[in-house]
């Protein structure tokens, strides 16, 4: 399949559990995900990608999938991605709406480099099964990045943590969706719900939760986090002189907790304490939101959200 085919992500270990109807946890349940993405090939493809992003793809197996962010000059998030290094190119799996941007900032860089940078969003379609084990043709306890056939489709598919608990994205050509769906286990949910879970476990969506223009570190995708995204060890990439700094002095003034209200509250809106701003929520979904806060705020306190009164919960760092 052109735009797919298998790496494997970085441990993107549980934060939290969120306890899901017995129902459907017993055939496992799937989700739609709003997607668009890249398809970059060429003989410079792994170096050129790898000079772009934070996290090592250079280094990673083929197949592999390694999670990544694109980071501006300032060191904040332009966009978030999920990269896949194969045979043959790297797929960059992201939101929707992503990347015509990525796109466009990709072929800025493209000078003496080998590449060519395709867009194939209108091509592939993606959902997440959670949790995965019983998906036709997945091994649970092979590589993160596996490609196999499902319904007649080559499909490709990587184990991906999106709900505190990993699963696994499932990419597919557009023109086979009917035949490839017909054949996932469980029940499909709506999208409402994974985000209900990964609120629960303290997983951010970097675009749902409004959190791009951020610095990783403050939106848990450090070390540590509950979305690793980042290798202090790979060399030099856009805003990598930002991220050895962080790294170096520690000192970033926010980082990633929950929230729980009643709500609703938008992504993206402020999040107060005594009448001070001390920070921005994600989308509101199931108990609350996740949240970027300061990090003087402590476990329990109490902070309006949009004018919704919430409480924040600190997200413990892994190990």
Same mark, same amino acid.
């Given at each position: 399949?052109?735009g797919l085919?298998?790496?494997?992500?970085s441990?993107?270990?549980?934060?939290?559990?969120?306890?899901?109807p017995? $129902?459907?946890?017993?055939?496992?349940?799937?989700?739609?995900?709003? $997607?668009? $993405?890249?398809?970059?090939?060429?003989?410079d493809?792994? !170096?050129?990608v790898?000079?772009?992003?934070?996290n090592?793809?250079?280094? &990673?197996?083929?197949p592999?999938?390694v999670p990544?962010?694109?980071?501006?000059?300032r060191g904040?998030i332009?966009q978030?991605?999920?990269a896949?290094?194969?045979?043959? !190119?790297?797929y960059?799996?992201?939101?929707?709406?992503?990347?015509?941007?990525?796109?466009?900032?990709l072929?800025?860089?493209i000078?003496? !480099?080998?590449v060519?940078?395709?867009?194939? $969003?209108?091509?592939l379609r993606?959902v997440?099964?959670?949790?995965?084990t019983?998906?036709?043709?997945?091994?649970?306890?092979?590589?993160? =990045?596996?490609?196999?056939?499902? &319904?007649?489709?080559?499909?490709? #598919?990587?184990?991906?943590?999106?709900?505190?608990?990993p699963?696994?994205?499932?990419?597919?050509? =557009?023109?086979h969706? !009917?035949e490839v769906? #017909?054949?996932l286990?469980?029940? =499909?949910v709506?999208?409402t719900e994974?985000? #209900?879970?990964?609120?629960?476990?303290g997983?951010?969506?970097?675009?749902?939760?409004a959190l791009t223009?951020t610095?990783?570190?403050?939106v848990g995708?450090?070390?540590?986090g509950?979305?690793?995204a980042?290798s202090?060890r790979?060399?030099?990439?856009?805003?990598?002189?930002?991220m050895a700094r962080?790294?170096?002095?520690?000192?970033a003034?926010y980082?990633l907790v929950?929230l729980?209200?009643e709500?609703?509250?938008?992504?993206?809106a402020?999040?107060?304490?005594d009448?001070k701003?001390?920070?921005q &929520?994600?989308?509101h =979904?199931?108990p609350?939101?996740?949240?970027?806060v300061?990090?003087?705020?402590?476990?329990?306190?109490?902070?309006?959200?949009?004018g919704?009164p919430?409480?924040?919960?600190l997200?413990? #760092?892994?190990a």
């Open positions: 399949m052109a085919a298998g790496l494997r992500p441990d993107l270990r549980p934060a939290f559990h969120m306890p899901r017995a $129902s459907r946890t017993l055939g496992g349940m799937w989700t739609r995900i709003p $997607s668009s $993405s890249l398809r970059v090939t060429g003989a493809r792994v !170096d050129f790898h000079g772009q992003m934070t090592n793809l250079r280094g &990673a197996p083929t592999g999938l990544c962010a694109f980071l501006n000059v904040q332009e978030f991605a999920r896949y290094k194969r045979d043959q !190119d790297v960059l799996h992201l939101d929707a709406g992503q990347a015509t941007a990525l796109s466009a900032r072929r800025r860089y000078i003496f !480099d080998q060519e940078v395709q867009d194939v $969003s209108d091509d993606t997440h099964v959670w949790p995965g019983d998906l036709p043709g997945w091994h649970p306890d092979g590589g993160d =990045a596996q490609t196999f056939t499902l &319904a007649g489709s080559t499909v490709l #598919a990587g184990r991906v943590n999106r709900t505190g608990t699963g696994v994205d499932l990419h597919y050509l =557009a023109r969706e !009917d769906l #017909a054949t286990p469980g029940a =499909a709506p999208l994974l985000d #209900a879970a990964r609120v629960q476990a997983m951010p969506d970097i675009t749902r939760d223009g610095l990783p570190q403050e995708l450090d070390l540590g509950p979305l690793p980042i202090y790979k060399g030099c990439y856009v805003g990598q002189e930002i962080l790294e170096a002095r520690g000192n003034r980082h929950r729980t209200g709500g609703p509250w938008e992504a993206g402020e999040v107060s304490a009448g701003v001390v920070g &929520a994600g989308l =979904a199931g609350g939101s996740v949240a970027r300061r990090k003087e705020l402590t476990e329990g306190s109490a902070v309006t959200v949009g919704h919430a409480t924040l919960h997200i413990h #760092a892994h």
